[in-house]
């Protein structure tokens, strides 16, 4: 079966821009967690969703991030004003309930924010 | 102190080595643990889950200890293969199921 899928794999973007990242988790999974990893780094955990809503946000840095998942299936990232600190990778993660079961990873999108 | 930290490495180890590394984690209300692979410009997969009486897969075997608050991973009889890095993963249930990353352990194994 289709795994969790991420588009776009590389996004490049000026300083200032707007970027949205797309998150399409495994069918069935309930739990959608975003992390971000920087070179040499663990994924740090930004937002997690349970169903429709976000259960816990405690991870994204401030209010220029921010995640929507209406259906509770897709998950999108929106990142306002981009600052060149926000490059990294972006990982998106499904599991089949929140906690104890294991994650399933995305590829993850590269951004670059020249 | 971070919530989970990891030894960063590198651990460079002879083809047909043992090599076993831990995690520490700060929280004594964790629940799940878990080890992850990560290659270089992968996403992570799951290696294995951590029990708490202990548990092996083939070559890998995980250990709990919650009165020192770590877990440990060994890999016997090293493949070139297992040349990753490896991340462990602490869930707090009473951090409402934030599965929390350590930094990571890169282990590099040498013919």
């Known amino acids: 079966g289709a795994g969790v899928s991420q588009t776009p794999s590389n996004k490049v973007t000026e300083k200032g821009k707007y970027v949205e990242l797309r998150c399409d988790p495994i069918?069935?999974?309930?739990?959608l967690y975003w992390y971000r990893q920087s070179l040499g780094q663990g994924p740090e955990f930004l937002i997690y969703f349970q169903g429709t809503g976000a259960a816990d946000d405690s991870g994204l840095p401030n209010d220029r991030f921010f995640a929507v998942r209406p259906e509770g299936s897709v998950s999108t990232l929106k990142i306002q004003r981009t600052e060149r600190g926000d490059s990294a990778v972006y990982l998106c993660?499904?599991?089949?309930?929140?906690?104890?079961?294991?994650?399933?990873f995305g590829n993850g999108t590269r951004l670059t924010v020249t | 102190r971070k919530e989970v930290e990891q030894d960063p490495g590198p651990f460079n180890v002879p083809e047909g080595a043992t090599v076993a590394f831990n995690c520490t984690y700060s929280?004594?209300?964790?629940?799940?643990f878990f080890w992850y692979r990560q290659d270089c410009r992968k996403e992570p997969k799951l290696l294995m889950s951590v029990y708490s009486s202990g548990n092996e897969d083939g070559r890998f075997t995980a250990q709990l200890n919650r009165a020192s608050q770590y877990i440990s991973l060994l890999i016997r009889d090293s493949k070139l293969s297992d040349s990753a890095t490896y991340l462990c993963v602490v869930n707090y249930k009473a951090a409402g199921n934030k599965l929390t990353f350590g930094g990571g352990t890169r282990v590099l194994v040498k013919p």
């Open positions: 993660a499904s599991s089949l309930g929140a906690g104890s079961s294991p994650l399933h």
């Open positions: 929280n004594s209300a964790s629940q799940s």
């Open positions: 069918s069935g999974h309930t739990a």
